[in-house]
């Protein structure tokens, strides 16, 4: 029996070899098909393989061992191909989340080093001044009084600037690292917009421009209200920069079914459609359509108000999108209305 063994792994070699050659000629003329196609490929393979070597180690004699192997086969395979589609279907669905989770990483990744560039670029504006006018009062090469006072308001001005940057870069740390943690509570925003006319009634009158508050009776929506009254002012900063002096700016708020909007309309230059899709990444400039025309009096901040906004927004599960109207630009928040 021993003497048998090498003819009989020869023959089975002989038999089996066509079979998997056949199926690998169909996995690459196929290549395009589905992974739960592939795997059960894959899977008939072995087991044709197997039944193929036993065909011809028999010699094609269908005696009662023969029938039990072919038994075995056929129940293995009932249970192996069921598995390997189920195995296909989660193979794909784990590669598309792979790669939807690469591609967010580098996306994240560019974003990244473009902010640290821009940021490193702007940060350098007001350091400079701080560091010229600094020396300039230490060498007494600025002695008048009132010139001095100047100097002074300039480097408390820029540092203000950076104070602002510092604290933009940190909050967007927060929402990128997902360790921002908002603590939610009915609130009714109609209190939030006028809390927020009120703190920049002042900045958008020295810009010459009205700003203004229509609301319902009440628009209650469960949020965080320093959260809230934040997206709102960096709307509302954004809006005036970009509208001439003598245009306006409201603040509208109204229930639509389950949805509370929050909408900022104002009377500028509009955004052209190749910024729209791009309006809230961190870092995007936007085109000379979109440049400020109305800063003065405008506190300076790192330029990152609107991806800021999107992302507070985005932690009270609400939206925020921003379209062109015949007369200016309406940014839009829609945040789930508390009952």
């Known amino acids: 029996m021993n003497q048998d063994l090498p003819k009989i792994a020869l023959l089975a070699l002989v038999w089996s070899a066509p079979v998997v050659l056949v199926g690998a000629v169909l996995l690459w003329r196929a290549r395009r098909m589905s992974l739960q196609v592939s795997m059960v490929v894959l899977v008939l393979i072995p087991v044709l393989a197997i039944l193929s070597g036993v065909v011809g180690v028999s010699g094609f004699m ?36 792979e790669r939807q989770i690469r591609e967010q990483e580098r996306a994240a990744e560019a974003a990244r080093r473009d902010l640290v560039a821009w940021v490193s670029h702007d940060l350098r504006t007001p350091l400079a001044g701080i560091r010229a006018m600094s020396e300039a009062l230490r060498d007494a090469v600025v002695v008048d009084p009132g010139e001095v006072t100047e100097f002074a308001r300039r480097i408390d001005r820029d540092a203000v600037r950076l104070s602002g940057m510092v604290d933009d870069l940190f909050e967007m740390s927060r929402i990128h690292s997902g360790a921002l943690r908002l603590e939610l509570e009915t609130i ?53 920069a970009h509208t001439p002096c003598g245009g306006c700016v409201e603040i509208g708020l109204t229930a639509e079914g389950t949805t509370a909007v929050l909408r900022v309309d104002d009377t500028g230059t509009g955004i ?43 932690a009270h599960r609400g939206t925020v999108a921003a379209v062109n109207l015949a007369r200016g630009t309406r940014f839009e928040v829609r945040l789930p209305l508390a009952a």
């Open 62 to 97: 269908f005696t009662a061992d023969f029938t039990r192997t072919c038994t075995v086969l056929g129940a293995a395979t009932v249970i192996a191909v069921p598995a390997a589609v189920a195995l296909g279907r989660f193979q794909a669905r784990r590669t598309v989340w």
């Open 188 to 240: 009714d925003a109609r209190e939030v917009a006028d809390e927020v006319r009120a703190g920049l009634e002042q900045t958008a009158a020295r810009a010459g421009v009205a700003l203004t508050v229509t609301a319902d009776h009440l628009v209650p929506v469960s949020a965080n209200a320093s959260a809230l009254s934040r997206v709102l002012r960096n709307l509302v900063l954004n809006a005036i």
């Open 272 to 314: 052209a459609e190749s910024d729209l899709p791009r309006i809230f990444d961190v870092a995007y400039r936007g085109t000379a359509s979109r440049s400020p025309v109305n800063t003065d009096g405008l506190p300076a901040g790192a330029g990152m108000g609107l991806a800021i906004a999107r992302g507070l927004v985005e």
